[in-house]
T-cell receptor, first 115, second 112 residues
Framework: AQSVTQLDSHVSVSEGTPVLLRCNYS??????LFWYVQHPNKGLQLLLK??????LVKGINGFEAEFKKSETSFHLTKPSAHMSDAAEYFC?????????????FGDGTTLTVKP | KAGVTQTPRYLIKTRGQQVTLSCSPI?????VSWYQQTPGQGLQFLFE???????NKGNFPGRFSGRQFSNSRSEMNVSTLELGDSALYLC???????????FGPGTRLTVL
């Protein structure tokens, strides 16, 4: 079984300040973890992924995330928010057992960036 | 390389009708997954197809069905539409399974 919890449904920051979006996961198997971003009326775009290589993962648009197994967390950060970062963000856990894989999405975090 | 395409982008149907949505994955991708996104329920997994076989299924009623063709294109069908089926339906493709997925823009279905 696997699950993912995004700890904040809404996060509001000022432009130029750091962003922290929190994600905890559980998985019975070695998981792969992802962050996706969705802008209004658009599909989801992959920001970054962790697949058992380096625990600090760098993604697009200045985002990065750190996999912490002991804390079962995969928080998304960015040093300085831009107005264009305003969107919904999804944390996803995927794992394989037998031949079928499954992805579980968090409920999403809406990021608001104030000028 | 072309991305995932979904047709149509918008649909308006009435209760009781049926609808078919189409998804063309990225060339070479053999896995196609479908998701339903609503404001109340968030993103929910419908099913995944790989090499024309349904490999995984979410908790949706039998009114929701799908198939995948030999060229990996996929369709999903919803019969006897209900108001609650109004949603954004997203298709995602990947090389071999629901790992790194590439999403299409979605089909916005409105049921009146």
């Amino acid at each position: 079984a696997q699950s993912v919890t995004q700890l904040d449904s809404h996060v509001s920051v000022s432009e130029g300040t750091p962003v922290l979006l929190r994600c905890n996961y559980s998985s019975s198997y070695s998981p792969s973890l992802f962050w996706y971003v969705q802008h209004p009326n658009k599909g989801l775009q992959l920001l970054l992924k962790y697949t058992s290589a380096a625990t600090l993962v760098k993604g697009i648009n200045g985002f990065e995330a750190e996999f912490k197994k002991s804390e079962t967390s995969f928080h998304l950060t960015k040093p300085s928010a831009h107005m264009s970062d305003a969107a919904e963000y999804f944390c996803v856990v995927s794992s394989y057992n037998t031949n079928a894989g499954k992805s579980t999405f968090g409920d999403g975090t809406t990021l608001t960036v104030k000028p | 390389k072309a991305g995932v395409t979904q047709t149509p982008r918008y649909l308006i149907k009435t209760r009781g009708q049926q609808v078919t949505l189409s998804c063309s994955p990225i060339s070479g991708h053999r896995s196609v997954s479908w998701y339903q996104q609503t404001p109340g329920q968030g993103l929910q997994f419908l099913f995944e197809y790989f090499s024309e076989t349904q490999r995984n299924k979410g908790n949706f009623p039998g009114r929701f069905s799908g198939r995948q063709f030999s060229n990996s294109r996929s369709e999903m069908n919803v019969s006897t539409l209900e108001l609650g089926d109004s949603a954004l339906y997203l298709c995602a493709s990947s090389l071999t399974g629901p790992n790194e997925q590439f999403f299409g823009p979605g089909t916005r279905l409105t049921v009146l």
